[in-house]
C-alpha cells in the first residue's frame, strides 16, 4: 500500500459478501490490498482479441494500477481514510480523510493507453462494470478517459 489514504486502520473485516479479488501485475502485488483496498482487477480481452499491446511500464501498466495517479486521487477524496500530520505546503496542519472514510475500495481498470476510444474500449469497460456488480460492489465511481471521438462515430455509422 503506497497511498497512506488507502491505510486499513479501524476498517471493519471485509464484508462476507465481497467475492472480488486482488490480481497481480505490472507494479502491483495482491499484497498491496488490505481491508480498505479489497479488490484490484484489470480487462484488457478485446484489446488483446483486437492484436493491440498494453504499452510498456513507462507509459501504462498491465495491472489494476494506474499510471498518472488520477484514479488514487479521485478514490482518496470519495474514501480515503484518515491521515493524522498532513499539510499544505507546510501549513494548514492536520487531519485529511476522504468526504466517506470508512468504505471499502475495489478498483478496476478497463481501459489503458492503447485502447482509449470509443470503439476499441467499450467492451472492456462493461465487463468490468459487469464484474465489480458480480464481486459485490455497491457503488460505481467511474473515470472514463476515452479519447474524444464523437465526430468519427458519427460519420463512420452515420449518426447525426
Same mark, same amino acid.
Given at each position: 500500500m503506497e497511498s497512506e489514504s488507502l491505510n486499513d486502520n479501524d476498517m471493519p473485516q471485509v464484508p462476507k459478501k465481497w467475492k472480488g479479488k486482488c490480481e497481480n501485475g505490472t507494479r502491483f502485488s495482491s499484497s498491496n490490498c488490505n481491508k480498505k483496498l479489497i479488490g484490484a482487477r484489470s480487462f484488457r480481452k478485446v484489446l488483446r482479441v483486437a492484436g493491440l499491446k498494453i504499452p510498456p511500464p513507462e507509459e501504462d501498466y498491465d495491472s489494476?494500477? &494506474?499510471f498518472e495517479g488520477? &484514479?488514487?486521487h479521485t478514490?482518496?477524496?470519495a474514501a480515503g481514510n484518515h491521515m493524522a500530520g498532513t499539510n499544505c505546503f507546510s501549513q494548514a496542519r492536520g487531519i485529511e480523510r476522504g468526504v466517506a472514510p470508512l468504505p471499502y475500495i475495489a478498483i478496476y481498470k478497463g481501459l489503458f493507453k492503447t485502447n482509449m476510444d470509443v470503439?476499441?474500449?467499450t467492451p472492456d469497460v462493461l465487463a468490468t462494470i459487469d464484474?465489480?456488480?458480480a464481486d459485490g460492489v455497491d457503488i460505481l465511481s467511474m473515470s472514463l478517459g476515452f479519447e474524444n471521438q464523437l465526430d468519427e462515430i458519427k460519420e463512420n455509422y452515420n449518426i447525426l
Open positions: 489494476a494500477r &494506474d488520477h &484514479d488514487t478514490a482518496s477524496i470503439l476499441a474500449g464484474q465489480a456488480i
